[in-house]
Structure formats: C-alpha cells, structure tokens
C-alpha cells in the first residue's frame, strides 16, 4: 500500500491545524460558482467573472523559484453537479468557508438543463423500475428536477440563506444562463447585510 501522507498539509513540519487562518494569501478565493456539469454550459464561470466584474478567471498558477505550485490568481472558484443545484455543494460551502473566508455564493441554472427532462415523480418511478429502491423520501421534491426554472432559482438560494452551513457573511446570487447566445440573467440577490438583519 503506498503512503500519501506526505502530500497532507496537516502532517508537513510546521503545519498547525489549529491555528490555521485559510489559504487566502495563496488564492485570494471570493466567490463560489455552482453550475451544471453539463459541458455546453461550461462558459458559465467566465460569465459570471464578467457580470460581477473584479474577479480573476481563468487565471494563473504562482510558482516559487523551484517551479513548486505556491498558490493561484484566481478568485472565482466553481463547483459542478447536476443542474447545479444548491443541495448537493452544501458541504462544499462550508468547508471552502474554513480554507478560504469567500464572500459570494453564485447558483446558476443553464437552458436545455438535463434536469428539465422529468418530473420529481417520473425520476421516483424510473428508479424504482430500473433499480428497485424508493428514492421519494431521501431529499424534497423541489431538489429533484427542475420544473420552473425561476422558482428553482429561487428555491436554492432560499435553501442556502437558511442553511446553518452557510455562513451568515456570505451574499448569495442566483442566476439563469442561456447556453446559445452567452446571455447571463439575475434572478435573484440576498447579501449578507440582508441575512443579518
């Protein structure tokens, strides 16, 4: 079995976990894109770099004067799932929260998505069908598809502004994408002020 341990930040001479402040001198990470994986919607970080107009995309690695990767230029990072959805990157957020102290969470829900394709109940049924298990209580209904794309928008970001995994300093955008002509849509904006109040 080979040993990985040496590539582990917590074991290298020096490190300590617990008084660990992030990687923010490394990558100077603000902002959080979570978008489907689907690859024709994969100019959506660019668009949202552009639309929020002080990030850096794709940026660069920084080396030291051994070639070592030290850290990055970019501050906008993404997070891939089906449809993009809130639900599954809660983890995620708050564990880039620990490593990075980001400022924006950005949902981004693209046209022609994959999860348009069924309903909540047709996706129930077909896994029962195909693999013999009830699936219908597992997560809401609301996170299985995508039926109403402004009021799925909506509906993640409402998950993240209430979810104790998301930090209370963070503001949350929620966006629509349309894949053929590039155009990037606000749906919807709560910043942190306004979840603090």
Request: aromatic share 12%.
């Amino acid at each position: 079995m080979t040993d990985f341990s040496q590539f582990e930040f917590r074991n290298l001479p020096g490190f300590d976990q617990n008084n660990f402040d992030g990687f923010d001198q490394a990558i100077p990470m603000k902002t959080m894109v979570i978008y489907c994986f689907d690859p024709r919607a994969s100019e959506i970080p660019k668009a949202v770099a552009d639309y929020l107009g002080d990030e850096v995309y794709p940026g660069e690695n920084k080396v030291d004067e051994n070639g070592v990767r030290i850290g990055h230029t970019r501050t906008l990072f993404t997070l891939s799932n089906g449809g993009g959805r809130a639900l599954q990157s809660l983890q995620s957020i708050a564990t880039m929260d620990y490593l990075f102290h980001y400022k924006n969470v950005v949902i981004v829900h693209h046209s022609f998505c994959g999860m348009t394709s069924y309903t909540p109940e047709l996706l129930i049924e077909k896994f029962h069908d195909h693999h013999h298990v009830d699936i219908s209580g597992l997560w809401g209904h609301e996170d299985m598809a995508i039926e109403d794309y402004e009021k799925t928008i909506k509906h993640d970001i409402e998950l993240l502004a209430n979810s104790p995994l998301v930090p209370k300093h963070l503001n949350l955008y929620g966006f629509f994408y349309e894949i053929n002509s590039g155009q990037l849509t606000e749906v919807v904006r709560v910043p942190a002020e306004e979840r603090n109040a």
